[in-house]
């Protein structure tokens, strides 16, 4: 019987998909699935005459694979991983390879790669983005876990992955939970991306009342420019499609409650944890939040006042003032999500390359974008790049666009658009660019009703100082 190279547990979308891409670049896979006429129903279909190898139990499945075995999970996060591991170590061996290619959380496959490591077997966590077309056409790849299982799998990652001219997206990141983390991280940038698009959306709909066709043709045109990117290219389609039940706009009758797997709320919280600020993603999140409450939302609208949106002034400009608006956002929303990944390198001491980062996401994910071309260029220069807003490419472009940016904030805020994600991500950029901030009041407040002390700005940093004549409150 032909052993196959490389087998596949986990048949959705983007199982099947890995499977078909795999198999196309030369190697034969063996395929698991829970339930098995979804099994069947792949090795009959899109798997048929093909190098794949349908298994209908987990024994015949590890039978069927050459050693060192090499496995992929591809199925739901969190307890299905720590059930299929169980159910696979007794059918294992020493220097067998268990890859996690699905949405896990880091902290879990840092349990699962120390765990397996004691067990002699090699773990690797890996994130694989660029939706159901993006795994089956070239996905960009973020592998982290064992080196030595690296090493043996970085010839079909390679292979399989997205690429720059001829170089691939996918490049090993760092030991045990790095590449899902890096994946998370992604997630949570994508979030931002997704949630300054729409406010944009919106505040063009709602000041302009142009139609969803003009809107879809505005997005074409910006989509050739600074704003290159897989989401305004589909935010363009999206926004072209017409609902063949109605007749309409098919944008308006999808209901605006968002849903979220978690990730993006887990890069928020990771980032809570480190100290790092990353409120175009946090915003994003709370957005969705905020959207999935439309029944209180209905009643709340009811009551609660509000101007109507309204616009007199020069369309063209207004159109423009946005695209500049969203571009200095994108970028400041990029910069939070880089940031983040060199607090947790320094914190999990991954020694994260954040220009091969930069360089993987370049193509096949969803973020990809134009600008990550900059980005990779930035660490290029300068691999301890503190933030990107530090580099002189990017601190340019917000120069260019800042007045703009204050402009259309300020015009949504009076209209009552909302905009958390525009809005927070400048005052992030103020708050990051300003050498004087109000902190010192707090540290004040703070030394006054708890005597937490505070350092002065004529002594030396870290010599604490409490002031003992606060006058007391008599109420
Ligand atoms: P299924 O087809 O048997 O549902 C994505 O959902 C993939 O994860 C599918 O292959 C699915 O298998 C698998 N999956 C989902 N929940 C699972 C569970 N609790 N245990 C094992 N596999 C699961």
Not at 74 to 101: N, Q, R, T, Y
Not at 366 to 383: D, G, M, P, V
Not at 431 to 455: K, V, W
């Amino acid at each position: 019987m032909i052993k196959s190279d490389i087998g596949i547990i986990g048949l959705a979308v983007m199982g099947q998909n890995l499977v078909l891409n795999i198999e196309r670049n030369g190697y034969t896979v063996a395929v698991y699935n829970r339930t098995l006429e979804k099994l069947n129903e792949f090795i009959n279909g899109k798997g048929r005459d093909k190098n794949i190898i349908g298994c209908y139990t987990l024994d015949e499945f590890c039978n069927s694979l050459k050693q060192p075995r090499i496995i992929i999970l591809l199925i739901k996060a969190g307890k299905p991983v720590d059930d299929f591991i169980s159910k696979l170590l007794p059918l294992l061996k020493s220097e067998d390879i268990i890859i996690d290619g699905g949405n896990s959380f880091f902290r879990d496959t840092i349990r699962r790669s120390e765990k397996l490591e004691n067990e002699g077997i090699q773990y690797l966590g890996v994130g694989f983005s660029g939706g159901e077309e993006g795994v089956l056409k070239g996905p960009s790849i973020m592998p982290g876990g064992s080196i030595k299982a690296w090493q043996q799998m970085e010839k079909l990652f390679q292979k399989i992955s997205a690429k720059i001219n001829g170089d691939p997206c996918c490049f090993y990141i760092g030991s045990d939970g790095a590449g899902h983390y890096v994946k998370m991280v992604h997630n949570g940038i994508e979030y931002s991306y997704m949630q300054l698009i729409s406010e944009v959306y919106f505040i063009l709909k709602k000041l302009l009342g142009i139609t969803s066709s003009e809107l879809a043709k505005l997005f074409a045109e910006w989509n050739e420019g600074d704003l290159n990117s897989y989401l305004i290219q589909i935010t363009s389609k999206i926004l072209a499609e017409k609902d063949p039940e109605t007749g309409k706009p098919l944008i308006d009758v999808i209901l605006d409650t968002a849903k979220q797997k978690g990730t993006g709320k887990w890069a928020s919280q990771e980032a809570l944890e480190m100290g790092i600020a990353i409120p175009s993603i946090t915003e994003a999140v709370y957005a969705r939040n905020i959207s999935s409450k439309k029944d209180e939302r209905l009643k709340a609208s009811k009551l609660l006042e509000g101007p109507i949106p309204h616009f007199s002034g020069e369309i063209n400009k207004l159109v423009e003032a946005t695209r500049k608006a969203l571009f200095a956002a994108k970028i400041c929303s990029y910069a939070q999500g880089f940031s983040l990944l060199k607090a947790a390198s320094e914190e999990y001491k991954w020694q994260l390359n954040l220009k091969n980062i930069a360089h993987i996401w370049r193509k096949g994910c969803i973020i990809r974008s134009h600008l990550l071309e900059q980005i990779e260029s930035a660490f290029q220069h300068n691999k301890n790049l503190d933030n990107l807003l530090l580099d002189s490419y990017f601190s340019n472009v917000i120069k260019n666009n800042q007045k703009d940016w204050r402009y259309i904030v300020t015009l949504a805020v009076k209209n009552g658009i909302p905009v958390p994600a525009l809005s927070s991500t400048l005052s992030y950029y103020d708050s990051y660019r300003n050498p004087s901030l109000p902190a010192n009041l707090i540290q004040a407040q703070r030394d006054y009703f708890g005597a937490h002390g505070f350092e002065r700005v004529d002594k030396e940093i870290g010599r604490i100082f409490h002031y003992d004549n606060w006058p007391p409150l008599y109420d």
